[in-house]
């Protein structure tokens, strides 16, 4: 899959439960990837009961900045659709779902939480949450999901690490399956 839009094949893509696009790409400028988007303290597909309780947390990359701002898509489905993310002419990494960004593709997000310093375009068409200023936060609901789902979550966030010019980077996804 080309990636990066170069017309070759070669791309590093990094895989996670089997599908593209899941580990995001924060702190790949300077070391290994790193995890900063978590559900009950973990990542990759997280399973919980209906009606238990569920804490998501977002944490800055590890080369800073903090606080950092950033953007967090939620999808009423599994990953099902890897698109490249780019900005300013520059690879930024690849969701697991299309965003408001990618006009006309499917499946778009039911709901998008951003810093309010950013352009409200990110969020276009989607239902927008009251969202914490910046990250690093954690945030917990505590009577759950109140039926049976399967959400993924990603998203952008400001990263001194990047592997681009941008100080942006796409987060790692995290499938919170509530059965």
């Not at 995001?24 to 290994?32: A, E, K, M, R, S």
């Not at 408001?100 to 239902?127: A, E, Y």
Request: with cysteine.
């Amino acid at each position: 899959m080309d990636l990066n839009g170069d017309g070759d094949t070669a791309d590093s893509v990094v895989h996670i439960a089997g599908f593209p696009c899941g580990s995001g790409t924060v702190n790949l400028g300077v070391g290994p990837v790193a995890d900063v988007l978590r559900i009950n303290g973990n990542t990759g597909t997280i399973t919980v009961a209906v009606g238990q309780p569920i804490t998501a947390s977002l944490s800055t990359a590890p080369m800073g900045p903090s606080p950092a701002s950033y953007v967090l898509w939620a999808w009423a489905k599994g990953p099902s659709s890897p698109t490249t993310f780019s900005g300013l002419g520059q690879f930024l990494g690849c969701t697991s779902n299309p965003t408001p960004l990618h006009v006309g593709r499917t499946p778009q997000p039911f709901m998008c939480f951003r810093s309010p310093s950013l352009p409200s375009i990110l969020c276009d068409g989607v239902n927008e949450s009251l969202s914490p200023l910046r990250a690093p936060w954690s945030r917990t609901r505590s009577t759950g999901l109140g039926q049976p789902q399967t959400l993924t979550i990603q998203g952008l966030i400001q990263d001194n690490g990047a592997g681009n010019s941008t100080s942006w980077s796409t987060t790692n996804t995290v499938i919170l399956e509530v059965r």
